[in-house]
C-alpha cells in the first residue's frame, strides 16, 4: 500500500480516481474487435484524463460517421471503374496496336516518349539551358525562402514526437487542454476537428529550439468556458492556427489584449480572461506554472451558433 500511494501524483484525490475509474470504464465498455486498434492507441497516453477521453471518444464517432457516408460512394465509383477480365482481351492499344490494355496503360508509350526527351535534351543548346535552369534555381531559392519568412512564433511549445499516431486523425498524442501562452503570435491547435470554419494556408512558424513547422488551415474554434464552477456561454476563438505538428494547443494571451481588447487579470492560481468588464473565460494555474483553460472544445459537426464571436 505504501508504494502504491507513493505512485499517486500530487493532488490525487476521490474525485480523480473516480475520473479514472470512469475512463478505464468508457475503454473497457468498447466491443473488442471492431475497436481494438483505438483502444489500443488511447491505453498509449501518459494520463487516463476524462475530459481527453471523452474528446476522443467525441472525435471517433464523428469520423466513423464520415466514413459510413463516403463508403458507398467510393464502393460505386470503384464498381463502375473497374473493367470485367472478359472485356479486357478485347481492349486493343491505340498506340502499339497490342491487346490486353489501352492507350493510358501502354508501357511502350512511356518508353517512346522517354527516348523522345532524352533526344531533344541532347540536341538543345547547352549554354542557354543552364543558363535558363540557374535563373529558375534562383526563383525557386527566393520562392523557398520567402515561404519560409516566419510571420509566427509558438512561444514555448513543442513539437509531436513521429510516433504510429503521427498521421492518425485522431492526434492522441497531443493535448487536449487550451494553454494560455504569453509568448505565442497567435492561437493554434493541432486538432483539425475543432474548427468550426476552415481556410487552408503554410504559415511557417517558430517554436522555441527555432524548428520551423507548418499551419496548413486557419479558422475559428468554439470553446464552452466553465467559471466558477459553472459552464457558461460559449466563446468562439477566431484566426485559429491549424498546426498539425504541434503538441499543444495555444491561446494567444497578448494577441487578445491587443487586438481584442481583453484585460487578463493574474493572481497566484487563476486567469481571469475579461473583455467589457465581463469575465468570459478563465485559467487554473497549476504547480508548473503552466495555465490551463477551464472547460472544454467543442468538435466541429456540434459547434453551436450562440457565441461571443470576440475572441
Not at 136 to 161: M, P
Not at 211 to 240: L, M, Y
Not at 276 to 301: Q, R, W, Y
Request: hydrophobic share 35%; with cysteine; proline share 4%.
Amino acid at each position: 500500500m505504501k508504494k502504491i500511494k507513493d505512485l499517486r501524483p500530487d493532488g490525487f484525490d476521490l474525485q480523480s480516481l473516480d475520473e479514472e475509474l470512469a475512463s478505464m470504464t468508457l475503454i473497457r465498455a468498447l466491443p473488442a474487435e471492431e475497436y481494438s486498434s483505438f483502444t489500443s492507441s488511447l491505453l498509449l497516453k501518459d494520463k487516463l484524463d476524462k475530459a481527453a477521453i471523452h474528446q476522443a471518444f467525441v472525435t471517433e464517432d464523428i469520423h466513423r460517421r464520415r466514413r459510413a457516408i463516403d463508403m458507398p460512394a467510393l464502393s460505386s465509383a470503384f464498381f463502375t471503374s473497374k473493367i470485367p477480365k472478359s472485356s479486357k482481351s478485347q481492349v486493343t492499344c491505340t498506340w502499339c496496336n497490342k491487346s490486353g490494355h489501352e492507350k493510358a496503360q501502354c508501357n511502350k508509350k512511356d518508353r517512346d516518349r522517354k527516348r523522345a526527351q532524352e533526344n531533344t535534351q541532347f540536341h538543345s543548346k547547352r549554354r542557354p539551358h543552364n543558363a535558363n535552369k540557374a535563373q529558375e534555381d534562383s526563383k525557386d531559392s527566393e520562392t523557398i525562402q520567402e515561404s519560409t519568412k516566419v510571420t509566427e512564433f509558438a512561444g514555448n511549445a513543442s513539437a509531436r514526437s513521429k510516433s504510429p499516431l503521427h498521421s492518425s486523425p485522431l492526434q492522441l498524442n497531443a493535448d487536449f487542454h487550451w494553454l494560455a501562452d504569453t509568448g505565442a503570435t497567435s492561437h493554434m491547435t493541432p486538432h483539425r476537428h475543432w474548427f468550426k470554419s476552415y481556410t487552408h494556408c503554410k504559415t511557417p512558424v517558430r517554436l522555441a529550439n527555432n524548428t520551423i513547422i507548418f499551419a496548413v488551415g486557419v479558422g475559428n474554434v468554439v470553446f464552452e468556458p466553465v467559471v466558477d464552477g459553472k459552464q457558461v456561454r460559449a466563446v468562439e476563438f477566431s484566426r485559429v492556427l491549424h498546426v498539425p505538428d504541434l503538441r499543444s494547443n495555444l491561446l494567444a494571451c497578448l494577441y487578445l489584449t491587443c487586438n481584442k481588447g481583453f484585460t487578463i487579470f493574474i493572481s497566484s492560481h487563476t486567469m481571469a480572461f475579461r473583455q467589457d468588464k465581463l469575465t468570459l473565460f478563465t485559467a487554473s494555474i497549476d504547480s508548473s506554472n503552466s495555465a490551463t483553460l477551464n472547460g472544454s472544445t467543442v468538435a466541429s459537426e456540434a459547434a453551436c451558433c450562440s457565441v461571443y464571436p470576440s475572441s
